[in-house]
Nanobody
């Protein structure tokens, strides 16, 4: 069982920045594909960004150019740098770890963008 713990959420004004972190308990963290998802009230959970074990990344169109996903395998941690935040980015952000058919989720961290 892999545990994922997100941190870094909070309240930020439009145009501001936040950096989310997700610490993993996986012994071989580097072989997992990692992702950030979000779920706003009344909406389905959606992919925000993903990074493969080789470092390839992909992003939702709505965050391209504003968000950056990265990973530090030495620290068993994946990050999501969020810049130029908009009110529509408000959601609970979840970290995921995928290895073949195994898929683990964190408990989520709230991000609220409001003036």
């Amino acid at each position: 069982q892999v545990q994922l713990v997100e941190s870094g959420g909070g309240l930020v004004q439009p145009g501001g920045s936040l950096r989310l972190s997700c610490a993993s308990s996986a012994q071989r963290f580097s072989i997992y594909a990692m992702g950030w998802y979000r779920q706003a009230p009344g909406k389905q959970r959606e992919l925000v960004a993903r990074i493969t074990e080789s470092g390839a990344t992909n992003y939702a169109d709505s965050v391209k150019g504003r968000f950056t996903i990265s990973r530090d395998n030495a620290k068993n941690t994946v990050y999501l740098q969020m810049d130029s935040l908009k009110p529509e980015d408000t959601a609970v952000y979840y970290c995921s770890a995928v290895l073949f058919t195994l898929n683990y989720w964190g408990q989520g961290t709230q991000v609220t963008v409001s003036s």
